[in-house]
Every structure is written in C-alpha cells, then in structure tokens.
C-alpha cells in the first residue's frame, strides 16, 4: 500500500472514486487548503466522521473548480474523489499550516473494479423492473463495484461498509442484501400504485 502525507478535510461525507460533490469553503483553515490547492494542484484527503468520531477511512480528492467566490473570502467549489485511503496518524494541524493532517495509506482498489455476471444480471433485472431499461453504465466491460455503488445510490455507510469488506464476494453480498431492500420496496410502490388505480 502506498503510505503517503495529506491535508484533511473532516466531513461527514463518504465519496467513493469518480463521485463529485460541492463544498462550500467559509473557515480559515480551509480556506487556505483551498488556496494551497490551487497555487501547487495539490490533491487532499475528506476523511469520514460518523456520529462526531473519524471512521478510520476517507477519500482523495481533487479540486474540479471553484465555482464562485464571495465577498466574504468563502467560496464554492467541486471536488472529485480519485483514491480511498486509512488514516494510520491524524494531526489537527499539518506543519505550519492551519489546516488538519494525516499521514494515510492510499487503499488499492484494482479488486474493485470488477463485478460479477450473476451480479450484473440481477442490476439488470431490478433497473428493468424500475425505470424500464438497463443502467447503461453498468452494462461497459469495465463497469465495477463503485459503479454499481452510485447507481443504487448507497448510503455513506453502506459505502464505508462497503470499502471495509475485505474480498470481492463481501463486496458483492452487501450490494446484494442492498438490492433485495430496493427491491422490497418497489414492489410495495408498484403495489400502492395498483391499488390506487383500481379505486
């Protein structure tokens, strides 16, 4: 694994790779991670905190665009996540700077970027019963579990959750026991729906 130093963002934000989000910037702090990014294109880390306390894991960002600047020397910005990573040391400042910092290790993902037929055909199956056609997306050779993980929309600790198992077949359980929920529910939707039209 790759041990690298990054600054941190905390966030109760969990961002798996090639999600993008928006952030608005307003403290000191980050304000100037912000200006340390643009100036050296530095990439950093959001590490996620659940219920107040840090998990333990977090996302490699980098910075898209700001989008707008404010008077007030706030800004919006876009971020997208290229890597995961572990904490192994969190500094709530990193050197001189006002910002937190950790030295992480970047997480592998090759593992991650595959996913099985059986799995691809249940996805098929349940996108057919909801929106009347395949996800497209999942439909590429190259499509892979974090793939899957956006297109059904999981939760940031399902995400976590997710990163944490430790095969592939893990992996492919949690989006499994994720999908039989989804499916669960439409077909209670489906249900209210034809009751409905039959009053």
Known sequence: MQKTQLGLFPLQIFLLPGETTRLHIFEDRYRQLLQDCENASILFGIPYAQNGYLT?????????????????????????????????????????KLYPGGDVEV?????????????????????????GKINIELF???????????????????????????????????????????????EQENSIVGEIFLN
């Open 140 to 186: 590429s050779a190259q499509a892979g579990i974090f793939d899957v993980a956006r297109s059904l929309k999981l939760s940031e600790a399902e995400k976590l959750s997710l990163v944490k198992a430790e095969t592939a077949e893990k992996r492919e359980q949690l989006i499994v026991n994720v999908l039989k929920l989804k499916e669960k529910l439409l």
């Open 56 to 96: 333990g894991y977090g996302c490699v960002v980098k910075l898209s665009q700001v989008i707008e600047r404010h008077a007030n020397g706030s800004a919006d910005i876009e971020i997208q996540a290229v890597q995961l990573f572990r904490i192994d040391q969190f500094y709530m400042r990193m050197g001189d």
């Open 107 to 131: 997480i592998d993902d090759k593992s991650m970027r595959s996913i099985s037929d059986n799995l691809t055909k249940r996805l098929d199956a349940y996108f057919l019963k909801k929106q």
